[in-house]
Every structure is written in C-alpha cells, then in structure tokens.
C-alpha cells in the first residue's frame, strides 16, 4: 500500500498568515493526489485535485504543488473560515489512501 | 445541484449485519463511480469502496475484503454498502461520495454521513 505522510500534523496559526501543509508519497504517484478541506462535525470538501488544479468555487488564495512524491498545499493568506482539517490522497493506486491530517488552529 | 443522503447507520452488536444507503440526487447517477469513505472518531478518512457506473468492476480496501459489498441501482440513484461479520474498529461515521476524473480520480461531491456504531 502507498503511505501517504503529512506534515505538520496540527499547527497554529493567525489571519494573514501563508501556510504550507506538506504530502509525501512513499513511492510514486505521478499528479494523482488531492486535498480536502474537513471542518468539524461536517463531511470533508474538495480543494484541489491532480496535485494542483483548484476545484470551482475554492478561493484562489489554495493552490497546491508537486515535486516528485512531495506535494504541498498552500494557503497565501489565511482567512477565519480556513481554520480546519486538511487531507492528501493518493488515487494512483487501490487502496486509496490519506494521510493522517494536519489541524490548522487559531494562535 | 448534487445532493447525496446516506441512511440506515445504527448501533450493532458485534458479528451483526448493516446495510447502508445513499440516494444521490442532481445529477446523472449511472454515468458516475461512487464510493463510500469512512471517518472513526476523532480518526481521520479511509477510503472503503468503489464501483464503476455499470457494477462491472468493484475495489475495497483490504480490511473490508469478504466482510463488505458495495452496490448500486441505478433506477433508484441510489448506492448501497452492505456491511456483514462487523467489528468494533468497524465502528465510524460512512460517508457516500460522487467520484470524478480529470488527469486522476478524485472524490468530487459527498453526503453528510450515517454514523456506525458496532458495540455489545
């Protein structure tokens, strides 16, 4: 099975901010990764599929990237209603998977 | 718009049996994989299941393999999990959600959730 590893698991962080969440693959992938935006008690939203293509209606302040099987999502300037949880996965190959998550919370 | 409603959670006693359901709506149902995906509390996503638009082809992940059955009517818009011999680490809230493809496959749209609880 592919294992996906985020990092940082949970960070804090203040309005304004630019954040980086990082996704390593432990082999490769090729672009087939996603990232998710979960907020509490609700079902996970979709931000950027293929490594880097912004789902309609996500503000462009996301933006996602891929260096071999290194993948990064940033957030140029954090807003109050991007504090949540976010999630790579890996559809290259069954089982899916996803890491374990990076918390982005209120300093 | 899309919209997909999942049903039938419940609290379980362990070895029983569960089916779950999703009924999808705003879209063209039989033209889509589906796939369910599911959360343990205060645990973050595993991907369960998948199915191609016609049923022709199927994939779980391994923990589910011979337990779980995923199916779908496409008369009915609607996707199924039928989950057998469960266990406790079963336990979870069961998300249903439209799968796309551009360049990679992608969970597109999902449903609210139906929370599973397997417990004596």
């Known amino acids: 099975d592919i294992q996906m590893t985020q990092s940082p698991s949970s960070l804090s962080a203040s309005v304004g901010d630019r954040l980086t969440i990082t996704c390593r693959a432990s082999?490769?992938?090729?672009?087939?990764l996603t990232w998710y935006q979960q907020k509490p008690g609700k079902a996970p939203m979709l931000l950027i599929y293929?490594?880097?293509i912004l789902q309609s209606g996500v503000p462009s302040r996301f933006s996602g990237s891929a260096s071999g099987t290194d993948f990064t999502l940033t957030i140029s300037s954090l807003q109050p209603e991007d504090f949540a949880t976010y999630y790579c996965?890996?559809?290259?190959?069954?089982?899916?998977?996803f890491g374990q998550g990076t918390k982005v919370e209120i300093k | 718009e899309v919209q997909l409603v999942e049903s039938g959670g419940a609290l379980v006693q362990p070895g029983g049996s569960l089916r779950l359901s999703c009924a999808a709506s705003?879209?063209?149902?039989?033209?889509?994989?589906m796939g369910w995906v599911r959360q343990a509390p205060g645990k973050g996503l595993e991907w369960v299941a998948n199915?191609?638009?016609?049923?022709?082809?199927?994939k779980y992940v391994g923990s589910v393999k011979g337990r779980f059955t995923i199916s779908r009517d496409n008369a009915k818009s609607s996707l199924y999990l039928q989950m057998n011999s469960l266990r406790a680490d079963d336990t979870a809230v069961y998300y249903c959600?439209?799968?796309?493809?551009?360049?990679?496959?992608?969970?597109?749209?999902w449903g609210q959730g139906t929370l599973v609880a397997v417990s004596s």
């Open positions: 959600a439209k799968l796309a493809y551009s360049g990679s496959w992608f969970f597109q749209h």
């Open positions: 705003g879209f063209t149902f039989s033209s889509y994989w």
């Open positions: 996965q890996q559809s290259y190959s069954t089982p899916w998977t």
């Open positions: 293929t490594a880097y």
């Open positions: 082999q490769t992938i090729s672009n087939s």
């Open positions: 199915i191609k638009e016609d049923e022709s082809d199927k």
